[in-house]
């Protein structure tokens, strides 16, 4: 499965983006996906994550109540709907997927890496 995340931008504080994770090559199949991000100079961390059948969803701490993941199983994409968005959520956002269908939020979880998508929030 080679993965691509799209929807980055520049966006002032307050305001709202809707990141897409779509199979450039292959499908989702029976795949989790999860969202993480990295910020210059920081290590990647995690963001969201959907199981394979959407049902269950997971978030870290810092986005939780201002984003939601949500997929689309027949259009093989998922979505990561941010809003209220802050200077802190800047960073580059990749999409992945793990051999199973459930979902983790460990790095270590995830076997498929998307090219990431860049989200600039300005102050």
């Known amino acids: 499965v080679q993965l691509q995340a799209s929807g980055g931008g520049s966006v002032q504080a307050g305001g709202s983006l809707r990141l897409s994770c779509t199979a450039s090559?292959?499908?989702?199949?029976?795949?989790?996906i999860g969202w993480f991000r990295q910020a210059p100079g920081n290590e990647r961390k995690f963001v969201s994550a959907?199981?394979?059948?959407?049902?269950?969803?997971s978030y870290a701490h810092s986005v939780r109540g201002r984003f939601t993941i949500s997929r689309d199983n027949a259009k093989n994409i998922v979505f990561l709907q941010m809003n209220s968005l802050k200077p802190d959520d800047t960073a580059v956002y990749s999409c992945?997927?793990?051999?199973?269908?459930?979902?983790?939020?460990?790095?270590?979880?995830?076997?498929?890496w998307g090219q990431g998508t860049q989200v600039t929030v300005s102050s």
């Open positions: 992945a997927a793990p051999r199973g269908t459930a979902y983790s939020d460990s790095i270590l979880w995830y076997d498929y």
């Open positions: 090559r292959g499908t989702f199949g029976r795949h989790g």
């Open positions: 959907i199981n394979w059948g959407g049902g269950g969803t």
